[in-house]
T-cell receptor
Framework: DVKVTQSSRYLVKRTGEKVFLECVQD?????MFWYRQDPGLGLRLIYFSYDVKMKEKGDIPEGYSVSREKKERFSLILESASTNQTSMYLC?????????????FGPGTRLTVL | DQQVKQNSPSLSVQEGRISILNCDYT??????FLWYKKYPAEGPTFLISISSIKDKNEDGRFTVFLNKSAKHLSLHIVPSQPGDSAVYFC??????????FGKGTSLLVTP
């Protein structure tokens, strides 16, 4: 079974702090994704990566950056957290051998910025 | 601009009846469509998908129908069970990488 894990289920940070959200997948997937989920807005893509050290902006990259130094790990960075970044953050991965475009999601990190 | 739209935020169905969740899209380049199911405090899980070369795909109680001319797809759940109560997201792709998600429909199946 594909497993996608996220470093924290719940996180509380203060405005202006630098925040790291970590995601690890164990299926050797090439593609990894970061989404945020907000009520009434669904899932919105922040960034994705299709290879080590490669990254692409999604629909809402402002205020975020990412890092992919190893194939299994994809980090989301909030350089200076703001209250409007309070959200549920979901990491996903996909790769060959899976149904086309099927993404596997982690359990999510509920981030609160005070 | 929302390219995948789920216009019903919620749906309530009695156990044993059919649940029909609808999804519309605007981008004619989309060639693959997926449905995900999400329980509270969990990540979404893949449910069923359909390629644009098909108009129907069935997996047990779940069937997805695609109407390309109307840019519309629907998910049918028959019979509905209380464990089906969750938020359902429709998603579409044309790039091979990223998925465009709808806002979700919250399904409640009552006993």
């Amino acid at each position: 079974d594909v497993k996608v894990t996220q470093s924290s289920r719940y996180l509380v940070k203060r405005t202006g702090e630098k925040v790291f959200l970590e995601c690890v997948q164990d299926m050797d997937h090439e593609n990894m994704f970061w989404y945020r989920q907000d009520p009434g807005l669904g899932l919105r893509l922040i960034y994705f990566s299709y290879d080590v050290k490669m990254k692409e902006k999604g629909d809402i990259p402002e205020g975020y950056s990412v890092s992919r130094e190893k194939k299994e790990r994809f980090s989301l960075i909030l350089e200076s957290a703001s209250t409007n970044q309070t959200s549920m953050y979901l990491c996903a991965s996909s790769g060959p051998g899976q149904p086309y475009n099927e993404q596997f999601f982690g359990p999510g990190t509920r981030l609160t910025v005070l | 601009d929302q390219q995948v739209k789920q216009n019903s935020p919620s749906l309530s169905v009695q156990e044993g009846r059919i649940s029909i969740l609808n999804c519309d899209y605007t981008n004619s380049m989309f060639d693959y469509f997926l449905w995900y199911k999400k329980y509270p405090a969990e990540g979404p899980t893949f449910l069923i998908s359909i390629s644009s070369i098909k108009d129907k795909n069935e997996d047990g109680r779940f069937t997805v129908f695609l109407n390309k001319s109307a840019k519309h797809l629907s998910l049918h759940i028959v019979p509905s069970q209380p464990g089906d109560s969750a938020v359902y997201f429709c998603a579409a792709s044309h790039s091979g990488y990223a998925l465009n998600f709808g806002k979700g429909t919250s399904l409640l199946v009552t006993p």
